[in-house]
């Protein structure tokens, strides 16, 4: 049996409130907007995990309406979550 392959993009992302634990993407990859996520708790960096796109119906092209959409989440180097 072939080993699964993870289509999934890494998306860069900025830490846009330490207090709350929230990065927010630099550009998804489907719709071109700006996404907020959580981080859970432990989780320091510089990988995040993986999340599922927050995009609008509209916003996407009519190929990714319909399609199961996500990223692996990673830290922009910059950025630090402490």
């Known amino acids: 049996m072939a080993?699964?392959?993870?289509?999934n993009p890494?998306?860069?992302v900025r830490v846009s409130s330490k207090r709350h634990r929230e990065v927010k993407l630099i550009e998804c990859p489907f719709c071109r907007k700006?996404?907020?996520h959580g981080i859970?708790?432990?989780v320091e960096g510089p990988d995040i995990g993986h999340?599922?796109?927050h995009?609008?119906?509209a916003d996407l092209p009519l190929a990714?309406?319909?399609v199961s959409r996500g990223y692996h989440l990673r830290l922009?180097?910059?950025s630090i979550l402490i």
Request: aromatic share 0%; proline share 8%.
């Open 51 to 53: 999340r599922v796109a």
């Open 76 to 78: 922009e180097s910059r």
């Open 55 to 57: 995009c609008a119906t």
């Open 64 to 66: 990714l309406r319909h």
């Open 34 to 36: 700006k996404h907020t």
């Open 10 to 12: 890494v998306v860069l």
């Open 40 to 42: 859970p708790p432990g």
């Open 3 to 7: 080993a699964e392959v993870d289509l």
